[in-house]
């Protein structure tokens, strides 16, 4: 008997489990049709005169180095990325600095709490539910009931306690791919279990905020005509992620 996913219908689906179970992106990364997945390729920090990486440059300065960075070393961009690109112009892709900066703060805000489940290293290949447990402190399928039963738009419904599993597996899998790409780009720095408010550091050697949206920071500031205008764009990029991380 083929079972029901009917909760993950309008989901964006990633990848699959098991016999074909469905894992969606990170709801948090999805507009539209279009999933704006962290990328941290475009790696460079300002360097100190004597080499060293200037982990507590003022915040006006790493935004004069950013902008004239980000206009001048987009890299090629990946298949999804070039999809938003394409699409800019539609009402679901659209990209400014402050819009970027609010999807990037509800994320991260989101991401700090997730996943609410822990998975063996074979889930993927079993799709074995009962081999999935809830991890200390973490946000229980009773309780995800009690917090949304009564906030639910007309023809909506509730996640299963299945299709909440396969929705928390996502946030895994997209964790620890961030993980591991952060690793490899940013190998002198380190991910924090929280950031600072700071625009340049978030601390000495810890992922600044903007690192993995630079691509997409870098589409926006593309069509600013002015120097003075793609600063502004960066200042409300953190304006906007504060803001949200605040929540």
């Not at 009773?142 to 306690?161: C, F, H, I, N, Q």
Request: hydrophobic share 35%; proline share 6%; with cysteine.
């Amino acid at each position: 008997m083929t079972r029901e996913f009917s909760g993950l219908a309008d989901r964006i689906v990633w990848k699959t489990a098991g016999e074909e179970l469905p894992v969606p992106w990170p709801e948090e990364l999805c507009v539209g049709s279009f999933v704006y997945q962290k990328d941290y390729r475009m790696n460079a920090f300002p360097k100190t005169p004597g080499g060293d990486i200037w982990h507590d440059i003022p915040d006006e300065k790493y935004f004069l180095w950013l902008a004239d960075y980000l206009l001048n070393n987009r890299p090629e961009l990946l298949p999804e990325q070039e999809k938003i690109f394409c699409s800019r112009a539609n009402d679901d892709a659209k990209i400014s600095c402050f819009w970027i900066g609010d999807l990037a703060g509800w994320y991260e805000n989101e991401a700090q709490s997730r996943p609410n489940y822990g998975y063996p290293s074979d889930f993927s290949e079993t799709g074995d539910f009962s081999s999935v447990k809830l991890r200390d402190g973490g946000f229980s399928y009773e309780e995800y009931v009690d917090s949304w039963k009564d906030t639910l738009e007309p023809g909506e419904s509730l996640l299963t306690r299945e299709e909440l599993i396969l929705d928390e597996y996502g946030w895994y899998l997209a964790i620890e791919e961030e993980k591991y790409a952060f690793q490899k780009y940013w190998p002198d720095f380190y991910k924090a279990e929280s950031y600072s408010m700071r625009a340049g550091s978030a601390g000495l050697l810890c992922e600044p905020p903007d690192a993995g949206w630079r691509v997409y920071l870098a589409l926006a500031l593309q069509v600013l005509d002015s120097k003075e205008k793609r600063i502004k764009g960066l200042k409300e990029f953190y304006h906007a992620w504060h803001e949200m991380m605040g929540k």
